[in-house]
T-cell receptor, first 114, second 116 residues
Framework: KAGVTQTPRYLIKTRGQQVTLSCSPISGHRSVSWYQQTPGQGLQFLFEYFSETQRNKGNFPGRFSGRQFSNSRSEMNVSTLELGDSALYLC?????????????FGDGTRLSIL | AQTVTQSQPEMSVQEAETVTLSCTYDTSENNYYLFWYKQPPSRQMILVIRQEAYKQQNATENRFSVNFQKAAKSFSLKISDSQLGDTAMYFCAFISLIQGAQKLVFGQGTRLTINP
């Protein structure tokens, strides 16, 4: 069974631009969560989607948004990019029916803002 | 709000030694899960072991075991017979069992180096 796939693996943008990251979950998984990883703040939860609905949200500004499609694939969008948005963005999928079901992570997208 | 604290930013041991990574957490909930994830330089987060809060028995997975002290809110990871491939960042994480909650709360991580 294929794992969680994130594309692209690396991305370079400039301030003010917007970016879209993609995540394909493990087949059969209906929950997709997004995390931001930085050296200073560590791993922080962005949001989680289940059956095309945002079910949980972290404490990030409205510039960070996401969506989930009927095939459970998810996209995350960041608008008006700032230098502080440089980070590794990790996506995780799980079956989603209960919190104890383990989350499986992708390799991440490394976003660099110039 | 839940918090997870890992007080050891870095650790280094010799191959074949046993090493223990510390983790404490804070929550007012009674039912939750705790996890240890490993992140090697390849970046992918890999689940190492998990513990249900309602179980008193400590979880074990081959060379990996935990010491779960619920009253003290402590959740340490012991790696026995350490191997070079264990070199990685290790993250302790908490998840609430409130229905539908899928938010993992992570500690700051411990960078573990296994030396030959």
């Amino acid at each position: 069974k294929a794992g969680v796939t994130q594309t692209p693996r690396y991305l370079i943008k400039t301030r003010g631009q917007q970016v879209t990251l993609s995540c394909s979950p493990i087949s059969g998984h209906r929950s997709v969560s997004w995390y931001q990883q930085t050296p200073g703040q560590g791993l922080q939860f962005l949001f989680e989607y289940f059956s095309e609905t945002q079910r949980n949200k972290g404490n990030f500004p409205g510039r960070f948004s996401g969506r989930q499609f009927s095939n459970s694939r998810s996209e995350m969008n960041v608008s008006t990019l700032e230098l502080g948005d440089s980070a590794l963005y990790l996506c995780a999928s799980s079956l989603g029916q209960a919190s104890n079901q383990p989350q499986h992570f992708g390799d991440g997208t490394r976003l660099s803002i110039l | 709000a839940q918090t997870v604290t890992q007080s050891q930013p870095e650790m280094s041991v010799q191959e074949a030694e046993t090493v223990t990574l510390s983790c404490t957490y804070d929550t007012s909930e009674n039912n939750y899960y705790l996890f240890w994830y490993k992140q090697p330089p390849s970046r992918q987060m890999i689940l190492v072991i998990r513990q249900e809060a309602y179980k008193q028995q400590n979880a074990t997975e081959n060379r990996f075991s935990v010491n779960f002290q619920k009253a003290a809110k402590s959740f340490s990871l012991k790696i026995s017979d350490s191997q070079l491939g264990d070199t990685a960042m290790y993250f302790c994480a908490f998840i609430s069992l409130i229905q539908g909650a899928q938010k993992l709360v992570f500690g700051q991580g411990t960078r573990l180096t296994i030396n030959p």
